[in-house]
């Protein structure tokens, strides 16, 4: 096996036992991106020189005996609406295209006080707005399953790249799905933590009451690797929790005798593919086998998710959006007349239809003619949804269901309604209503040969019961190890 094709326990190991240096696996993973990043487009910017300089670097202290942690010199690469100090930071806009932020995000803080090896950002799509990947102002990231079919998205370069073997673990962010789709369109591991988990600072915001970054990786035990570097508390982000984080590799156990697993009628009833289906009962019966328990129950309120989730992220991206107005930072229209001219200009010409459509729809639910029927009702049914989640887990340890109701699908597929396609997140998007946990894992291959992904929400704050559960049908199950040929 090729190095870009191990994980990071793999690497670290080879890494422990010196038989291979920090800088050949970084131009290893370098060299496999010069091979195919041409068929998949997943980076926005690749900083090579940078990252062969701190591969050096890191090194050094790790022959020192500075860095013990095993993401020491594992290189890596994050979705481009994270900053980067002094590395552009686009959000895959026309907007930030010129944008290099002054400052490192805390999750990149934290991963370079693990030792990680930075390689480049990650293609997305704009303001991390759609789920296709399609909507980037740079460029459409492929599926490495298939050169015709999406990745996913918004993070879809962020799960293109761990399939493809152009970085081992990325970051992504996650508003409505945007990890665990692409994550399940690609084949691999992604994971929402908990609202409140994982520091935002230095996340460019999208809905800021939804958003958490979090790892896609190729295992199960990558994902709780990354989550252990990651996860905290931060001054710098008042919504961040002070609960006591546990080492998440403590959760790496193969059993799940007694688990108890819901899985929601209003899942299996939804309007999914077959071979989804399929692959879901299949999972049931793993699940049995291995001693869980397995039981259908109801979530009435699942038909308000896609409406509320539009009203309160496009509501938020609206207001957050705001800021880009062509004066302190960002793309700034060339003629213009006067003050509000150059606001029009700027953000006519610099926005793409998407977001433009969010901002619109968002302004509008927040206006005082509407507040009251639209975004206080949002408010009200989110805290209703909230409840029923929690209801569920008096009940049981964790929901278990599809990530996606489809499997990657073609390009310019879904593009004529927008509201078919929100439609996708149907599955993903309760649990950044509820701010619950979440996960996806692969769970089989439909009929066309694409991963099937699978879907586990767990309580608040408890990423152990996901781990653990995820961790189990990895290591009683083969999915995790069909890679695709690039
Ligand atoms: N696909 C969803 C959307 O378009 C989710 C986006 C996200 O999670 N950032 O809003």
């Known amino acids: 096996m090729k190095l870009y094709e191990l994980t990071i326990s793999q690497l670290s190991e080879l890494l422990n036992k010196k038989e291979v240096s920090v800088l050949e696996l970084t131009r290893s993973v370098l060299e496999r991106i010069r091979e195919v990043e041409h068929k998949i487009g997943c980076y926005i910017n690749i900083i090579e020189e940078k990252s062969l300089d701190r591969a050096s670097e890191v090194q050094k202290k790790f022959a020192a005996g500075e860095f013990s942690s095993p993401l020491t010199g594992i290189p890596m690469a994050v979705k481009d609406n994270i900053c980067t100090n002094g590395i552009p930071t686009t959000c895959g806009s026309k907007m930030l295209s010129n944008f290099i932020p002054p400052y490192d995000a805390t999750v990149i803080s934290k991963l370079y006080d693990n030792g990680a090896i930075l390689l480049g950002k ?32 918004s993070s879809g370069g962020s799960a293109a790249a761990i399939a493809a073997g152009e970085a081992i673990y990325s970051l992504g962010s996650d508003t409505g799905g945007s990890i665990r789709q692409p994550a399940s ?32 990786s190729k295992d199960v035990t990558d994902c709780a690797l990354v989550l252990n570097a990651i996860a905290g508390q931060d001054p710098m982000d008042p919504t961040s929790s002070s609960i006591r984080y546990p080492d998440y590799r403590k959760a790496l156990i193969n059993d799940v005798k007694g688990v108890k697993i819901g899985i929601p009628k209003e899942f299996i009833n939804a309007n999914l593919d077959e071979d989804i289906r399929k692959a879901l009962f299949n999972t049931i019966k793993v699940f049995m086998d291995l001693g869980a328990e397995c039981e259908e129950f109801s979530i009435p309120v699942m038909e308000y998710v896609i409406p509320v989730y539009c009203i309160i992220s496009f509501a938020e991206a609206s207001s957050n959006l705001g800021r880009y107005d062509g004066i302190k930072y960002g793309y700034r229209a060339e003629d213009y007349t006067d003050l509000v001219d150059l606001y029009k200009k700027t953000r006519g010409e610099a926005f793409g239809a998407e977001v433009k459509r969010r901002i619109i729809i968002g302004t509008y639910v927040l206006s005082s003619e509407q507040y009251n029927k639209y975004y206080k009702k949002a408010l009200q049914a989110r805290r209703v949804i909230s409840e029923e989640f929690k209801k569920a887990f008096e009940k049981y340890n964790l929901i278990m269901g599809p990530a996606s109701p489809v499997t990657a699908f073609k390009f310019n597929e879904k593009t004529d309604d927008p509201f078919e396609k929100y439609k996708g997140d149907m599955f993903t998007a309760p649990a950044n209503i509820a701010g619950l946990p979440a996960m ?12 099937i992904g699978l879907q586990f929400i767990g309580k608040r704050f408890d990423e152990s019961m996901l781990i653990r559960t995820a961790y189990t049908f990895e290591q009683n199950t083969k999915f995790h190890k069909n890679i695709p040929t690039v």
């Open 122 to 153: 990650l293609n997305m799509d704009e303001f991390a707005m759609g789920n296709t990947t399609e909507s980037s102002y740079f460029k459409c990231t492929k599926n490495p399953w298939n050169a015709e079919r999406v990745p996913g998205g």
């Open 440 to 451: 996806t894992v692969p769970c089989g291959i439909d009929r066309d040969g694409f991963p």
């Open 185 to 216: 369109f690609c084949g691999i591991v992604g994971m929402k933590p908990t609202y409140g988990s994982v520091s935002r600072f230095g996340l460019v915001a999208c809905a800021s009451s939804l958003d958490q970054i979090g790892p896609i």
